[in-house]
């Protein structure tokens, strides 16, 4: 058990909160003047945490808080002697069937090789063919009917549900798979840039366990791989700072499936360490 003072433990929480707010401060910041942002928006909408919430130190298990009150009002923290500590134990059942759904994903995922083909296409399908793209703010680089020949030209290979989901009517059928949210575990593999970001969806899902310093890690690779997938996508964005990765030419899709294998590689430790949260939640 490791033990943290109220100042060791202060610091930590105060350190995270700064990391963390160099995204929350800027998100509040559009909100309150109405502002989108099709980057950014997505990891404060998609996926649900909120900012508050995000911004929140936890310690994980094993650690015993001195001068922290506080905590006890939070889920699953307990006295012990003089200090507060998580309590696994004490956590709701189904944080448990959440840590074995997840568990057997990311190993599953883990197991298998990175697939760098994709070239981030997914994007590009949510839009083909499409009167309505969803960023209907943001001119699209190559003109609808450039889009489509792209769609057309190139293999359409995702094995993520919840990027297949909004690919549109006349896309889905050009895609090498249909993955299906039962299938999940079967089809998921590491160069997918959307398995990558989902570790922040399951490094919250498994709080208060999840170290708070891990999850900041987990959103801020989420951020990364956010403004590749949008950088790769069919939208000109280089008016807000996203110069293009040209997916529809030979040098960009090499410096995609580049980046690519850099992010499977950062993810390969997070996946590890969430996968040592689930076995926290389940011994």
């Not at 040098?251 to 995609?256: K, M, N, V």
Request: aromatic content about 8%; some cysteine.
């Amino acid at each position: 058990m490791e033990s943290l003072d109220g100042r060791a433990w202060r610091a930590r929480a105060a350190a995270h909160r700064v990391r963390i707010e160099r995204w929350t401060l800027p998100h509040r910041e559009r909100r309150r003047r109405h502002e989108t942002h099709p980057v950014m928006d997505f990891l404060f909408t998609y996926y649900s945490l909120r900012p508050v919430r995000l911004e929140e130190w936890h310690p994980g298990p094993g650690v015993l808080l001195g001068d922290a009150e506080e905590f006890l009002d939070r889920l699953g923290y307990v006295r012990d002697g003089d200090g507060v500590r998580l309590d696994v134990a004490a956590l709701p059942e189904r944080i448990a069937g959440t840590a074995s759904f997840v568990r057997a994903l990311l190993v599953a995922t883990a197991s298998r090789p990175a697939r760098l083909g994709c070239f981030g296409l997914h994007e590009w399908a949510m839009v083909y063919r499409s009167d309505a793209p969803r960023h209907d703010a943001v001119p699209l680089r190559l003109g609808a009917a450039g889009t489509d020949a792209v769609v057309e030209q190139l293999p359409v290979h995702c094995t993520h549900h919840d990027a297949f989901r909004f690919f549109t009517a006349a896309a889905r059928p050009l895609n090498a798979l249909t993955p299906e949210r039962e299938d999940q575990v079967a089809h998921e593999q590491p160069g997918c840039l959307h398995a990558t970001m989902d570790l922040y969806k399951w490094a919250y899902k498994l709080a208060p366990v999840t170290p708070s310093e891990l999850l900041a890690d987990c959103f801020a690779l989420a951020v990364d791989v956010r403004e590749l997938d949008m950088r790769a996508s069919p939208y000109d964005l280089a008016d807000l700072g996203y110069p293009p990765v040209a997916i529809e030419t030979p040098a960009g899709r090499a410096e995609y499936a580049r980046a690519q294998a850099g992010f499977a590689g950062r993810a390969a430790p997070l996946r590890s360490h969430l996968v040592a949260v689930c076995d926290e939640l389940l011994a």
